[in-house]
């Protein structure tokens, strides 16, 4: 894998031939000049619990439908996303490029400052707060933290409930942070 100028991800090579990118129109400019200092990581599940099925994608492109799964209906009006969506079989989606502002932080604050999504890069892992996450998942995380750090000066990796304490729970009692190797 490598990182294009705008940080769109590409492939390296057969072997790494699960890399897809999936334009999310949930983004928008990051304040100028404002440098990329920090990882967010959360999980999704959609539904709640269930995974592999289209459900992250269709919300992170405004097209779920809330009629699809009692649970959809009080999501689907969001505009959300995230730059990258790790599967549980380690295969990645990215939706947004890392030049841009994904939407996956909300509100948020990080050593005094507020609004993460101006100054983060956000990886979604496909679980929840109570699972463990797949090796697959850790490597591919470890091995895109690396290429991130390569092109930003990124200073921390921090979970989305670290940076929204008593509103957000993820990435969750299940996510080892002891496995990931550039904190
Ligand atoms: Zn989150």
Redesign the pocket.
């Known amino acids: 894998m490598r990182l294009t100028a705008d940080g769109l991800l590409v492939e390296g090579g057969a072997a790494e031939s699960s890399v897809r990118y999936v334009p999310s129109p949930n983004c928008d400019a990051r304040p100028a000049g404002m440098p990329i200092e920090l990882v967010v990581v959360?999980?999704?599940s959609l539904p709640p619990g269930e995974f592999g099925g289209p459900g992250i994608v269709d919300l992170f492109l405004n097209r779920l439908r809330p009629e699809a799964h009692p649970y959809y209906a009080g999501i689907a009006q969001l505009r959300v996303s995230a730059h990258f969506l790790i599967r549980r079989d380690g295969a990645m989606i990215q939706f947004v490029a890392c030049a841009q502002r994904a939407w996956?932080a909300g509100v948020s604050h990080w050593r005094g400052r507020e609004r993460c999504n101006d100054l983060s890069i956000g990886i979604e892992l496909e679980g929840t707060d109570e699972m463990a996450y797949e090796d697959a998942q850790y490597a591919r995380l470890n091995a895109l933290l690396v290429l991130l750090k390569e092109r930003y000066p990124i200073v921390a990796v921090t979970g989305?409930a670290d940076i929204a304490p008593g509103r957000?729970t993820?990435p969750g009692q299940a996510f080892e942070w002891s496995r990931i190797k550039y904190q």
């Open positions: 959360h999980n999704i996956h989305h957000k993820d």
